[in-house]
């Protein structure tokens, strides 16, 4: 098949509330959706958006680098396996994680529709549709936390993140105990600090809070060459995540829980994959994580999730919960804590006419 046609739009979508980032507040989210279409008239759709403070692009870098999209236009695709399609050296080595991940998608989302098929059709026969996901818990008053919390146990969800690091390590602590006394013992608790402590606030919480209450803790220290440190003297099972994209190196050492991996932050499809197989050998969880993507992101991303044979490991897949709009026929919704491929394909509606096209 060749391209025939590229098409790049930009979107504005409200979240339910302001998400609290460590760099700032958020009221929209904001990002750029790519269109490929080829000589066959099948279409394959990719998300390029990122988050202030955290990717390492800027707009900026992004509207530079949007000039060169027009280049793909009449590249030819022989390939008969989506992987290979990968390793085109016209597809490959994007100057920004975004980009590359929003090419990747459009790329596999169109060899699926050219085979008259979608991303399910991708996947081995014997693969489930469904991903376990952990609730995200993002409110900030202690009191609405925890009956969030408990509201997503009755929901079916066996795995809730909270974001810890606002408040002093004791109000922290009693705020997490309050969660696990109110929900069943078999829910298992994620927290996230996003390196808002200093080593001394980081052991006082873990010593009041213990190892055996969490799955783990993410990047719970604003030094992360004291992680080792902070291991150390307190136990508590650590997860990286800003750490997989701006280091420093840890010591081979260092015990790791989990690696936190963010489609479109960390890299594309390709490097997300590396990173994956990476934890599997060294005995570490791979859970991916969507950065509030919509649902054309969101829905590589669990297809990701499907292709890697994840098991029940939650993943980090419930933000769509946070936006007030997004690309969908009827609001996406996880059962039990599952999601499906085929209900989020199946709900993804693009309305090109309410986008403003760029390209």
């Given amino acids: 098949m060749i391209i025939e046609e590229i098409a790049l739009f930009r979107y504005r979508l409200p979240f339910r509330t302001p998400l609290c980032l460590a760099t700032g507040v958020l009221k929209v989210r904001e990002g750029f959706l790519l269109r490929l279409q080829n000589d066959q008239g099948a279409v394959g759709w990719g998300e390029i958006s990122l988050l202030p403070g955290v990717s390492r692009e800027s707009w900026n870098d992004m509207v530079l680098a949007f000039r060169e999209l027009p280049k793909l236009r009449g590249c030819s695709i022989q390939e008969t396996d989506w992987h290979a399609v990968l390793k085109l050296h016209w597809l490959q080595n994007q100057p920004f994680a975004s980009i590359q991940f929003g090419l990747d998608s459009a790329f596999i989302q169109l060899f699926a529709a050219n085979q008259g098929g979608s991303l399910r059709t991708l996947l081995l026969p014997d693969r489930k549709t469904t991903v376990r996901i952990n609730a995200l818990v993002t409110e900030t008053d202690p009191i609405k936390i925890i009956s969030t919390a408990v509201q997503k146990a009755t929901e079916g969800y066996k795995t809730i993140k909270l974001k810890v690091g606002r408040r002093s390590p004791t109000i922290e602590s009693d705020m997490i105990r309050s969660v696990r006394q109110n929900i069943s013992s078999d829910i298992t608790l994620r927290l996230d600090a996003n390196r808002q402590w200093s080593l001394s606030e ?79 050998r060294k005995k570490i969880l791979p859970v991916l994580s969507s950065p509030f993507h919509t649902a054309v992101g969101l829905q590589m991303t669990l297809f990701l999730a499907l292709d890697m044979a994840v098991g029940e490991t939650a993943m980090g897949l419930d933000t769509f919960n946070n936006l007030a709009e997004d690309f969908v026929s009827e609001p996406l919704a996880a059962e039990q804590g599952f999601l499906n491929l085929e209900h989020v394909e199946q709900r993804l509606h693009i309305e090109e006419t309410r986008l403003k096209r760029i390209i």
């Fill in 202 to 280: 980081a052991i006082e919480f873990s010593r009041l809070v213990g190892p055996e209450q969490i799955e783990y803790i993410e990047e719970p220290l604003r030094s992360p060459l004291e992680l080792p440190d902070f291991v150390k003297q307190t136990g508590m099972p650590i997860a990286l995540d800003e750490s997989l994209i701006s280091g420093p190196p840890q010591p081979a050492e260092l015990v790791i829980a989990a690696y936190i991996l963010k489609p479109g932050i960390l890299g594309g499809v390709a490097t997300i994959m590396a990173f994956s197989h990476l934890a599997r």
